[in-house]
């Protein structure tokens, strides 16, 4: 199965989970590109992951339902919160959702460790022994 295959699921889907708020200044997905671009990045960095949202996807129907919220809701715990992240990191992905959060998102850190610092904080514990008592 591939992305185009529930592509008119998708497209109604992320309208409605997240159909954004103008009075808070937040876009919409569909304004931010999450059907377009961002899910589609998303399944493939995570391609361990993507079919089985997919696979949710494709148990929805083509055209959009009356209450499209409800058949995310009917999901299992395990597939709504697989699905809600997929499309919620997608939305958090858009660089003006980030602007608009005020997070400059992710930054590389370039530090060198001191494993000095980190073994003379451990040695005390190694030295000690097992302190638990097998149950």
Known sequence: MTYDDVRQQLD???DAMIPGDPELGFPSA???GVQETLLPMALKTRSDLAP?????????????PDDPLALVA?????DRALLGR?????????????????????????I????????EAVE????R??????V
């Open 12 to 14: 109604w889907l992320c």
């Open 124 to 127: 005390p514990i190694i030295a």
């Open 30 to 32: 569909r304004d931010v």
């Open 112 to 119: 060198e460790p001191d494993y000095d610092e980190i073994m």
């Open 52 to 64: 089985a949202v997919l696979s949710i996807v494709a148990g929805f129907p083509r055209e959009r």
């Open 74 to 78: 009917a999901l299992s715990p395990d």
């Open 129 to 134: 022994g097992p302190c638990y008592r097998p």
């Open 86 to 110: 997929f499309v919620a990191g997608a939305y958090l992905a858009s660089q003006a959702v980030m602007a608009q959060l005020g997070y400059p998102g992710f930054q590389a850190l370039h």
